[in-house]
């Protein structure tokens, strides 16, 4: 009762004291996680006008705050922000409730420029917040002519790359440096520099940054005779660039003798296995930039002035592997002093085709570190160590000691190709290794000839993928469907590398864009993406042709990726599916001529009846692997044409409401009308109006997906619902069917069969896997191939949007409008799911107890939601303890569909129902 009282009292001062700071403070919104192109402080950026964005946040839970204004302050250094020194760009307050990818207006940015920034808002009551914390961002170098280096590489190696006829190892990775001086204070050094396949940049002894497997992939140039492996569809590309980073090297540089350097890797860019093509030698691009506080200039360039030795990495490819001899390493060759006398002069290599531009997407880093579950010894100096999980990533030896010339093997071990890992010791003092330029897939590895007992202190495995932060959280009561998404989770981050998803991350590493297209509106509820799709979404668009407006299987694209209507189809999808998530309409207009050239291109192979069928080549016999519809079913197909033209609708209709949102209306009429016509031609083709159904193995799923005649719906779904019955509760599709399977039951009244198929521990189930202890996705219902691949991945929306039911209004995308509406089933007793949207924290969390349902929800400051509370007719809600009738700040808007509905604003909600 005295903490009540004192309650009642602290509020008492908020109503009759205003004027105190305490009481004003308790409703200002704070601004804060400020960022520039989707990134925290990015190192560099080419944007002419980047988008910033913040989240504001509210302590004291006052309902429906908004921002109603705001004034972002630009400067050219940390210090002249903090005086208030805007001499970039001061907005001034602007009457804006937009906190989201705002536009810089400020002077024009020139290359290099340093840029700190901060933001004031003020909330609904008219109440200036206090400035946000600083941020900043740098610019890149914005035209072709401000880079004065030159590619260099290897004298020991030439422009050319590996054979792609003749099997043969590369030679040892080189190291390069280059020694100069410094004589004056400094006031700003930044670095711009990129190297292929992969490289590691050095100064002065020790590594600059923590990235790894940098720059990230992208389709570099064109590489000759393309069109003679795999595929064969050439490589006549819309967009060829080149990734480069910056660092800021004020703080690692002093007066007298400094020494750039450093290693470069084979990656991508020289890989000639079957999958890929490769390009050429690894080369390597610098530019150091250093500015004196007396306002002179000096500029450091690879050019053929750097000196060139190889290293002790003595093999590596991507796909094969490395091997380390640590007897052939050169200490301190990136330090002053360091005797280079025996060292060769850099060779000039051929600058690659592709445009530089700025990497504005997360590297890859060490994201976790695992401890050994188990150690097994097999052998003398053999082990077997078992990590728990399957990881991409390598293994780390740590202070290992043992004879010179000691081989220690490395077995990783997978199901799937593995490259080969093996560290030569140096012998004498303790010795730590890594790998450098590849990633390895497993949960367990051999280790051989290791030298006395192998001890749990001396190993660790390193979880290596692109830094996409998990934001999104879902939990249930069922421990099956917690265990579901978290192998899920594991899948998809092995599959991160570089800026882009892979369909495996060890046979095949390659950018599929069907399986990208499946599953990225459930990567997009897990991790945050943005600047991840930002940059994925460009590489596919940069990957059509321009003439036909086809797009390829992967982008960048390998001539070994098979594929099909569903993989091109990604142009259209992943980017209506990235606006509705992140309200970004800047997507959808660089990327709008891409999706009317597809949808364009799908034409040209649509009959006089309006189906579409491809048939690629035209003029030869049809390629298997250039035409598939869906795939890796448990069974059965459904027919191709059914799955082409079921993405002939969906590439119309999101190409349509694409047109409307950036108000192109002849287009919207144009597509839309296609779309409708596609659906009609759809149902007249493939519906048996007999047996009442379109087809099992996917087609009535699709059918329901295209919102049939509803004079056949109810008939259709009794046929869906018997071919599940039929198949004893599992589901019967591939990849393509599955990611609606779950999402289209529940939205047809079978929710209850939704659940049951997401609950089977037999095949053909996601249960099935864990079972036989997987602890990733597999590429096949039964287990063949594969056993990490997220593609199945994308039907598990329905755990987020369907059974926590917090959704997206298409109509206000990026979560300006959330749509709470769980749909429990008798089996699960709670579940929750939150994620950070573009405008904060949005969570739901429901509990079914003693004849009780309890849920709580969470809207972000500059949201609004409907909320749906399950209900039987004539039940009493509450909301926080009180009837909801009594409470101010919710809106009654009726029951429907055994749902009462609410509108609500910001804030933090407790709905109560019997």
Known sequence: MKIKGLIVLALSCFIFLPRMGLAKDSSKITPGQLTCEYLENPQVIDANNPRLSWINTEASNVRGQYQTACQIQVASSKERLLKGIADLWDSKMMQSTQSTLVKYQGKTLKSGQACWWRVKVWNKNGEASSWSEPAFWNMGLLNP?????????????????????????????????????????????????????????????????????????????????????????????????????????????RKGENVLGAILGNGFFNAAVNWTMPYGSPRFLAQLQITYTDGSEQTIVSDETWKAHKSAIVMDQIYGGE????????????????????????????????????????????????????????????????????????????????????????????????????????????????????????????????????????????????????????????????????????????????????????????AYTGDGQASCVTVMHNFDAAAFYTKWIRDIVGAQDPKTGYVPNAAPF???????????????????????????????????DGMKGYVDYMLTWVDENGIMFQQLPKKEAPNYWLNLGDWCPPGDFPANDLVHTFYLWRCADFTAKAAKVLNKPEDEARYSTLAERTRQAFHRKFYNPEKCTYGAFGGNIFALKMNL????KDKVVASLKQDIIKNKGHLDTGIF?????????????????AYEAMN??????????????????????????????????????????????????????????IIFRPQPVDSIASASYSNMTPYGLASIDWTKKDGKFSMKVAVPIGSTATVYVPVVLGTDIKESGKKINEVKDISSLGISNGYAVYKVNSGKYQFEAN
Not at 743 to 753: H, K, S
């Open 558 to 592: 390998q001539p070994g990726c098979g594929g099909g209507v569903p993989w091109g189809a990604a142009i259209d999808i992943m980017p209506w599916e990235f606006y509705l998530h992140y309200g970004d309409k800047d997507i959808l207009e660089n990327s709008f």
């Open 737 to 753: 069917g599955t990611q609606f399977f779950f999402e289209v039951l529940a939205e047809n009244g079978l929710n209850d069969l």
């Open 709 to 712: 005649p509803e004079k056949d």
């Open 323 to 510: 091997h380390y001899d640590a007897r052939l390493e050169l200490p301190g060759w990136s330090s002053p002093k360091f005797n280079d006398s025996d060292w060769q002069p850099a060779a000039i290599r051929k600058a690659p085709e592709g445009k530089l531009m700025a990497q504005m997407s997360h590297s890859d880093k060490v994201m976790e570190r695992l401890k050994p579950l188990k150690i097994e010894k097999l052998g003398d100096g053999h082990y077997k160590v078992d990590f728990g999980q399957e990881i991409a990533g390598w293994l780390r030896l740590i202070k290992v000691q043992g004879e010179a010339g000691r081989k220690i093997d490395i077995k990783y071990l997978s199901e799937s190709p593995n490259g080969a890992n093996s560290y030569t010791l140096k012998g004498g003092a303790p010795e730590s290794y890594s790998t450098r330029f590849t990633w390895y897939v497993f949960r367990a590895v051999e280790v051989v000839n290791w030298p006395g007992e192998l001890k749990p202190e001396q190993i660790e495995a390193d979880a290596v993928y692109t830094q996409n932060k998990t934001t999104g959280h879902f939990k249930c009561s069922n421990e099956l469907f917690n265990k579901i998404n978290q192998i899920w989770w594991r899948s998809q981050s092995d599959n991160m590398h570089g800026g882009v998803a892979s369909d495996c991350p060890h046979r095949e590493r390659s």
């Open 760 to 817: 089977k521990r037999d095949f053909p189930s996601f249960g099935h896997w864990i079972e036989q202890g997987a602890t990733t996705t597999w590429e096949e219902w039964g287990g063949n191939n594969s056993h990490n691949h997220p593609m199945f991945g994308g039907s598990l929306t329905w755990f987020y949007r369907k059974l926590a039911g917090l959704n997206a209004d298409p109509n206000q995308p990026g979560y300006r409008h």
């Open 145 to 253: 002519t401000d880079w004065k280096s030159k590619w260099i590489g290897a004298p020991w190696q030439s422009d050319a790359p590996l054979s792609k006829t003749t099997p043969e190892l590369p030679p040892s990775a080189p190291l390069l440096r280059k020694a100069f001086q410094v004589t004056k204070n400094i006031a700003s050094a930044r670095i711009f520099v990129t190297g292929l396949g992969y490289f590691e940049l050095y100064l002065n002894g020790k590594k600059v940054g923590d990235d790894l497997l940098v720059p990230n992939l992208t389709t570099f140039e064109k590489r000759p005779d393309i069109d003679k492996y795999g595929i064969q569809i050439g490589d006549n590309f819309k967009e060829f660039r080149v990734l480069y980073l910056s660092y800021d090297l004020k703080e690692k540089l």
